[in-house]
């Protein structure tokens, strides 16, 4: 993906910066807020995978931190209540077993 140099001659190109694309219209756009791209002169954006989300410059997934979870929709979420998720990357949150409850932070359970 490139863009023309916005030199006022208009008469070279320029890659696309990581975190944005270039499909074929010439102007580097960025990338919906779920998708990241990783390479200079992209022509297309990628989904981050289950349990990681873009981080801020959407050019890597950052892993969703213990409490969350993401099912690959771009987007780390706490886990649903009386569940948890006890590590990073967690694609999905778990209840606890019976005698226990999930602690305050839902990275765990208690007795």
Request: hydrophobic content about 25%; charged content about 5%.
């Given at each position: 993906g490139t863009e023309v140099d916005d030199n006022g001659a208009q008469d070279s190109c320029v890659l696309c910066e990581e975190g944005t694309f270039s499909n074929d219209e010439g102007t580097c756009q960025?990338?919906?807020?779920?998708e990241i791209s990783t390479v200079s002169g992209a022509t297309s954006c990628d989904s981050c995978p289950a349990g990681t989300q873009p981080n801020t410059d959407q050019t890597v997934c950052d892993l969703c931190s213990p409490g969350q979870f993401s099912i690959g929709d771009g987007t780390c979420q706490d886990c649903p209540i009386n569940t948890y998720s006890?590590?990073?990357?967690?694609?999905?949150?778990?209840?606890?077993g019976a005698g226990?409850?999930?602690n305050p932070t839902q990275t765990g359970c208690n007795l």
């Open positions: 960025s990338c919906l807020s779920n006890s590590s990073f990357g967690a694609s999905q949150c778990h209840f606890c226990t409850e999930v």
